[in-house]
């Protein structure tokens, strides 16, 4: 049988993101971000969003996981 990956995303310090394997505790990569982090990370599957603001303007990016693989980006 084989066992499902499931990932946490959680901040750290200032401006960053670190990917855990929820069945582990693992490490499994970390990323950093420009900006102020507004909403999230939220995760659903595979996948998580992140809104950060910029100047005056909020931007939202969606990453896959583990490997924090940029899929798309959105104005909030």
């Known amino acids: 049988m084989t066992v499902q990956k499931i990932y946490t995303v959680v901040p750290t ?8 394997d ?11 971000y ?3 982090l507004v ?7 595979d996948r998580v969003t992140i809104v950060v603001k910029k100047g005056n303007t909020n931007f939202g990016y969606v990453y896959k996981l583990p490997n924090f693989l940029l899929l798309t980006t959105f104005r909030g």
């Open 22 to 32: 929820a069945n582990t505790g693992i490490l499994q990569n970390s990323m950093r």
């Open 13 to 20: 310090g200032t401006n960053g993101l670190k990917c855990v």
């Open 39 to 45: 909403s999230g990370p939220v995760v659903t599957g």
């Open 34 to 36: 420009t900006g102020v």
